[in-house]
C-alpha cells in the first residue's frame, strides 16, 4: 500500500520525535512491503519564522492531497518567544485550531493505558493502580469554547473579554457515536461527562448522547459531571473504559489521564473526521525547555504512527507491530528520562526510536 503522509515536524521537539517516528514507520513500511511518500510542512511558529504566517494556504493545499498527517508539536514559550508577540489568530495554536476546522477532525481519541512496566512512574499509589487502567478520552475537537464567538471590549468602562460556547445537535450526536462505536470494541462501558447542572450545552449533550446510546443496547453508559470526573481520575482511574466529552473538557481531562499514567510523553493522540483523513500527534506539547537536546521522549509519538496505521490504512497487523515493539523496549528496561526508574537503562530520543525500529518484526 502507498501511504501518502504530511509530516508536520511543528516547534520544540517536534522536529525531534517525529524524525523518530519516521524511522519506526519506515521500518514498518519495509517489512511489510508498503511505500510511505511523505512531504514536509511547516506549521505553528517554524511557519511564521519562515511565511510570517502558522499556517500558509499552499500548505493546506499539501496536506488536503495526503491521507494521513503525523505531527509533531507546535508553539514555544509564550514568556519569551516573539511569536506570542503577534495578535491571537496569528500565532503557533491558530494554526493547529485551524487545520482541525479546516479537515473537519471533529473526534479526538486519546488513550491513556499504564503499562505495567510503567507502574515506577504512575503517582498513584499501588492499591489504586491495582492491575492498571486502559481508557480513551473521546473529545469532541472542533466546536464548544474553541470555536465560538470572542470579544474582549469595554463595556460600561470595564474591559469584560466573551467567550461563546455552543454545541448543536448534529455535533453531539455525530462525536458521540463515535464514542459509543470504539466502546464496542472495549469493554463497552461509556462515561458521557458533562456540567449539565450548570450548562444548557451540557443538558443537550446528555439529551443527545442518551437518544444515541438507545441504539447501542450493548454498551452500557453514564454521565459524570465534569469536576467529579477529575477527580474519579485520580481517585479510581479503573472505572474507566471510554470518557466522552466536550472540547474544553477533553482538553483538561486528557492532560490528567496522561499524568496519572506517568508521563504525557506516552500518550498519543488521533484526530479523525467522516472519512478515513486523520491527524496523528502526540497529546503533549513542544517542551521548548527541552528540545533539541536529544532528552524528550519520542514514544507517544512512535504510538501515534501506530494510531495512523491503523486509523488511516486499516493496517492492524502493522500497527501492532508497532505497539509491540514499544512495550518490548520498555519490558527491556529501557527509559527516557520522563519515564526512567531505578534500575533501568537511560536513553536518549534518538536511542530510543532506533530500538523500537529494531524490534520490529
Ligand atoms: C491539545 C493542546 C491544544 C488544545 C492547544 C495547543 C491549542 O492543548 O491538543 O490538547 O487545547 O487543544
Ligand atoms: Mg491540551
Known amino acids: 500500500m502507498r501511504l501518502k503522509l504530511a509530516v508536520i515536524p511543528g516547534d520544540g521537539i517536534g522536529p525531534e520525535i517525529v524524525r523518530e517516528a519516521r524511522k519506526v514507520l519506515d521500518k514498518v513500511a519495509g517489512i511489510y512491503g508498503h511505500e510511505t511518500e511523505a512531504v514536509e510542512v511547516l506549521m505553528g511558529g517554524a511557519s511564521i519564522d519562515a511565511y510570517g504566517e502558522p499556517l500558509t494556504e499552499e500548505s493546506l493545499e499539501i496536506i488536503r ?42 473526534a479526538n481519541l486519546r488513550p491513556a493505558y499504564l503499562y505495567k512496566e510503567l507502574k515506577g512512574a504512575c503517582p498513584l499509589r499501588d492499591e489504586i493502580i491495582g492491575d492498571g487502567f486502559d481508557m480513551m478520552i473521546m473529545r469532541e475537537l472542533t466546536g464548544g469554547l474553541y470555536f465560538g464567538a470572542r470579544k474582549t471590549e469595554e463595556v460600561d468602562g470595564l474591559l469584560t473579554a466573551v467567550d461563546t460556547l455552543t454545541y448543536n445537535e448534529n455535533e453531539i450526536r455525530r462525536i458521540a457515536r463515535r464514542g459509543f462505536d470504539i466502546a464496542g470494541k472495549r469493554r463497552k462501558k461509556v462515561t458521557s461527562v458533562d456540567k449539565a447542572n450548570v450548562l444548557d450545552s451540557s443538558r443537550l449533550w446528555r439529551k443527545i448522547v442518551e437518544e444515541v446510546a438507545r441504539d447501542y443496547p450493548d454498551i452500557s453508559y453514564e454521565h459524570m459531571l465534569v469536576d467529579n470526573c477529575a477527580m474519579q481520575l485520580v481517585k479510581d482511574p479503573r472505572q474507566f473504559d471510554v470518557i466522552l466529552t466536550e472540547n474544553m473538557f477533553g482538553d483538561i481531562l486528557s492532560d490528567e489521564a496522561s499524568m496519572v499514567t506517568g508521563s504525557i510523553g506516552m500518550l498519543s493522540s488521533a484526530s479523525l473526521n467522516d472519512t478515513k483523513f486523520g491527524l496523528y500527534e502526540p497529546s503533549g506539547g513542544s517542551a521548548p525547555d527541552i528540545a533539541g537536546q536529544d532528552l524528550a521522549n519520542p514514544l507517544a509519538t512512535i504510538l501515534s504512527g501506530a494510531m495512523l496505521l491503523r486509523y488511516s490504512f486499516d493496517l492492524d497487523k502493522e500497527a501492532d507491530a508497532i505497539e509491540s515493539a514499544v512495550q518490548q523496549v520498555l519490558a527491556e528496561g529501557y527509559r527516557t528520562g ?23 518484526s
Not at 338 to 360: F, N, Q, Y
Request: hydrophobic residues 35%; positive net charge.
Open 65 to 106: 492531497k495526503q491521507d494521513a498527517i503525523l505531527m509533531g508539536s507546535v508553539g514555544g514559550n509564550p514568556a519569551t518567544s516573539p511569536w506570542y508577540k503577534l495578535p491571537p489568530e496569528k500565532r503557533p495554536e491558530a494554526a493547529l485550531l485551524r487545520l482541525r476546522k479546516e479537515m473537519g477532525l471533529f
Open 338 to 360: 520522563d519515564i526512567m526508574s531505578e534500575g533501568c537503562t537511560r536513553v536518549g530520543t534518538k536511542e530510543m526510536g532506533s530500538l523500537v525500529a529494531e524490534r520490529i
